[in-house]
């Protein structure tokens, strides 16, 4: 959605200036100023008010007025996109011949930053990077105002000084972030006695450690009701406001942590006396907590997020027992298969709990969120990590009808036949408590004894046995009763002859994810939509995967609102003297479309790829951006060079390069990413960027080539094919998202090629013709 209102600014620039091109470039000096400055304003501006909107996705679909809040949202957001779209556009007019220099120097200083907010993200809060951006933005006004030698140019570099000055100086928290009323932080702070205890931030989001000793935390996710032993003291910890996860007393006293033995989790403790486990995913340490309780004597865990380390190893260690768990635990800061590939340890028990919140998993608000740790190969992997005998326990959040359960339950089948295992059901166990389930699988066949346990487990805790090898109809929907034993029926559904039938006509969408599709939240189904909306006068909204539905709903108004504020007004714009012809003007507009569509087809895809092989995402992303845009620049750059010194159309040359270097990343990357999984971070950087740097040249070409041909044929259409560029980018994020959850990444990829080879027989077929025979008639 970012993406898109950015672009939907660019788009709406080059209508605008479209439209008044000749005023503005008249005064350019002043409109490039004016520009700069409303752009700087804009960043923080657009952000207030946008705060002060009462949105909220969760109303989305019984509210109308939340779909005028959405679009409020939208059109402030794209302000500041507007703003330093109209300063690019007006230089394009303003130094036509420097056309390729220009956009190389735009597309080389995005990339740049792409790495510089990572890293400023390390040392400040995002409120404070925010403004930071608006310095530099009137930073560049200033240096402009002096290139330009304006007669006012001191007063203008005195009054940015001043801007910056008034920025410091404003009273704290004025920028404060506003957190949505419907977050569980701002909910547990309307419990009397919350008090925020502290807030740190960084790249991968704002933790905040909340304690309440009017109302203490007693926080057990999917803990059984016939638990009787209270939880000690507590913190709630929240990333992003999300969670809440618990923080934990530990004094030594391991009877303390009984409570925990009182999840579906525990499980597995109960099947083996594991003497190495594994913790996929720290949070607040309570799954370390677990293992401690049952005694084991090496505990190993990974978490991405360096914070939630930091917070438990240093500033709550004497809380946390810290210095109690560090002689037999130890923390790794890294993503979990990047982790595991580099790390070739066989385990116990691999253990992965609860990794998001129940919350914001039971709305659906994860539908759209790109997770390689539930995978079909993420599975297979951590199936390999473990030692003969071993256990791979995963815990998820239940949901009525069943959709997470049974996904994980057909994942976990899939990876299992993958591995050669020919009956996955002997190797497979689930159960389920109020509102958490528990899936085992062991490398190697349930014995009697471990069913035996399991039964035991179940009763003493009032859990529902799933499946377990052998399991009876009669010993299922026991304590938590459904009308119907529909975990039950889908397990051994999905373990017949039949499983792809009835993953086909199931109600949701539970395929197996995979590394290609990657959606493991998404549950959404078209074909249920009818049938669920006949339903919304008995709650049957709540079973809309409500990130896929709002992606759906910004994709319906980027489309309303680009079509009226970009392409409509292009069909009043007056035509020029010996402007050309209508069908040179539609070639025009077809074309931008094509690679506009194509570009950021192919830029998303990537950023998803080169995720799973650079593991953490927030870097991953930063990387794979830099990538792409510094050597699209200067592929920019070199393009009037590759004009002059290649015969062939330097438009269907770099066009052939991308095709050809798009078909062999699919081929040639997931060999590189499996060979160089355990290499260390930075040699994998180095690759990727390798990896990225000849397909991002050629991609930085056909842009400026194509400016650069219009320009010499009618120069008041370069507006035009910048703002049908950005309507056709602004769409292309939305679609590329949606075709990915549905189609997979490589199939985004063949559809940008296509569009590519498509955009190059327009340009030779229409505007090379139609520049050719306009020539020839002139002579």
């Known amino acids: 959605m970012i993406i898109s209102l950015a672009l939907l600014g660019y788009g709406v620039s080059g209508t605008v200036i479209t439209l008044s091109r000749q005023w503005l470039l008249q005064r350019f000096e002043l409109a490039y100023l004016a520009n700069g400055i409303a752009f700087s304003v804009t960043i923080v501006g657009s952000f207030l008010l946008v705060q002060d909107l009462p949105f909220n996705a969760l109303e989305i679909l019984w509210d109308s007025a939340q779909w005028g809040y959405l679009l409020a949202a939208y059109l402030l957001l794209l302000l500041p996109f507007f703003f330093v779209a109209n300063c690019i556009v007006l230089t394009f007019g303003a130094f036509t011949r420097e056309i390729s220099r220009i956009y190389g120097f735009d597309l080389f200083g995005a990339g740049v930053g792409s790495i510089l907010l990572v890293v400023a993200l390390l040392f400040l809060h995002p409120q404070q990077v925010?403004?930071?951006?608006?310095?530099?933005?009137?930073?560049?006004?200033?240096?402009?105002?002096?290139?330009m030698h304006l007669r006012f140019r001191w007063a203008a570099g005195l009054a940015v000084l001043c801007c910056i000055f008034a920025i410091f100086i404003l009273p704290q928290g004025w920028l404060l972030l506003k957190i949505s009323p419907y977050k569980p932080l701002s909910q547990s702070l309307q419990v009397s006695g919350a008090n925020v205890e502290r807030v740190s931030s960084g790249p991968h989001g704002v933790v905040t450690v909340l304690e309440n000793r009017q109302v203490p935390f007693r926080l057990a996710a999917g803990v059984s009701l016939n638990n009787m032993i209270e939880p000690p003291e507590q913190y709630a910890l929240f990333v992003d406001s999300d969670g809440p996860s618990a923080i934990t007393r530990y004094d030594g006293d391991r009877s303390k942590l009984g409570y925990l033995d009182y999840q579906t989790s525990a499980l597995a403790y109960h099947l083996s006396r594991p003497d190495r486990v594994l913790v996929l995913g720290m949070g607040g340490g309570s799954d370390i907590l677990q293992a401690e309780y049952h005694g084991v004597p090496a505990i190993e865990a990974v978490e991405l997020n360096p914070e939630l380390v930091e917070l438990l190893q240093q500033e709550y260690a004497e809380f946390s027992g810290w210095p109690l768990l560090a002689g037999h635990t130890r923390v790794h800061i890294a993503e979990t298969r990047a982790f595991l590939a580099h790390n070739e340890t066989q385990f116990d028990l691999i253990q992965m709990s609860l990794l998001d919140a129940a919350g914001a998993s039971s709305a659906g608000l994860y539908a759209l969120s790109e997770n390689y740790i539930y995978t079909r190969e993420a599975l297979q992997l951590y199936y390999r990590r473990l030692q003969p005998g071993g256990l791979l326990s995963i815990t998820r959040w239940i949901k009525i009808p069943p959709r997470d359960a049974l996904?994980?339950?057909?994942?976990?089948?899939?990876?299992?036949?993958?591995?050669?295992?020919?009956?996955?059901?002997n190797q497979l166990v689930m159960i389920r408590g109020w509102n958490t389930s528990t899936l085992l699988i062991k490398k190697g066949v349930f014995a009697p004894t471990d069913i035996r346990a399991l039964q035991q487990f179940c009763e003493e805790r009032s859990f529902d046995v799933v499946w377990y090898p052998g399991i009876t109809a009669s010993e299922v929907n026991l304590y938590n009763v459904n009308d119907k034993p529909y975990f039950f029926e889908g397990a051994q559904a999905l373990l017949?002859?039949?499983?792809?039938?009835?993953?086909?006509?199931?109600?949701?969408?539970?395929?197996?994810?995979?590394?290609?599709?990657?959606?493991?939240?998404?549950?959404?189904?078209?074909?249920?939509?009818?049938?669920?909306?006949?339903?919304?006068?008995?709650?049957?909204?709540?079973l809309i995967e409500?990130?896929?539905?709002?992606?759906v709903f910004t994709l319906v108004q980027a489309l309303i609102i680009s079509i009226l504020l970009v392409l409509l007004p292009l069909?009043?714009?007056?035509?020029?003297?010996?402007?050309?012809?209508?069908?040179?003007?539609?070639g025009v507009m077809l074309y931008f479309l094509l690679i506009g569509l194509a570009f950021l087809f192919i830029e998303i895809a990537f950023i998803q790829r080169f995720i799973l092989f650079l593991g953490d995402p927030v870097y991953s992303v930063a990387a794979v951006l830099c990538g792409f845009l510094v050597f699209s620049g200067l592929g920019s750059f070199s393009a009037p060079r590759v004009a002059r010194r290649y015969r062939m159309n330097p438009v269907v040359l770099a066009i052939l390069g991308i095709s050809v270097m798009a078909l062999l990343s699919l081929w040639v990357h997931p060999l590189i990413f499996n060979a160089l999984a355990a290499q260390p971070g930075v040699i994998k950087i180095v690759v990727s960027v390798l990896l990225i740097a000849p397909l991002a040249f050629f991609m930085g070409m056909p842009f400026p080539l194509a400016l650069g041909s219009v320009s010499g044929r009618a120069d008041w259409l370069l507006p035009w094919g910048w703002g049908v560029n950005g309507f056709a980018s602004l769409m292309s994020a939305i679609i590329?998202?949606?075709?990915?959850?549905?189609?997979?990444?490589?199939?985004?990829?063949?559809?940008?090629?296509?569009?590519?080879?498509?955009?190059?027989?327009?340009?030779?077929?229409?505007?090379?013709?139609?520049?050719?025979?306009?020539?020839?008639?002139?002579?």
Do not use: C
């Not at 403004?131 to 560049?140: T, Y």
């Not at 069909?571 to 539609?586: C, L, Q």
């Not at 940008?752 to 139609?770: D, G, M, R, S």
């Open 130 to 147: 925010l403004l930071a951006i608006s310095v530099i933005a009137l930073s560049a006004v200033a240096v402009a105002a002096f290139e």
């Open 407 to 425: 996904k994980l339950f057909a994942t976990a089948v899939s990876a299992m036949r993958e591995e050669g295992v020919d009956s996955p059901g």
């Open 496 to 542: 017949g002859s039949d499983a792809s039938e009835y993953i086909n006509n199931y109600k949701f969408s539970i395929e197996p994810a995979t590394d290609d599709r990657p959606y493991y939240f998404n549950y959404f189904k078209w074909g249920s939509l009818g049938e669920i909306l006949s339903l919304q006068r008995r709650a049957g909204f709540s």
């Open 546 to 551: 409500l990130g896929y539905l709002v992606l």
């Open 571 to 586: 069909w009043f714009v007056p035509r020029e003297n010996n402007a050309p012809g209508g069908k040179y003007i539609s």
């Open 736 to 779: 590329a998202t949606i075709f990915a959850v549905h189609f997979g990444f490589t199939a985004v990829v063949l559809l940008a090629i296509l569009l590519y080879l498509l955009a190059a027989a327009v340009f030779v077929l229409i505007l090379t013709k139609e520049v050719q025979s306009s020539t020839a008639s002139a002579s």
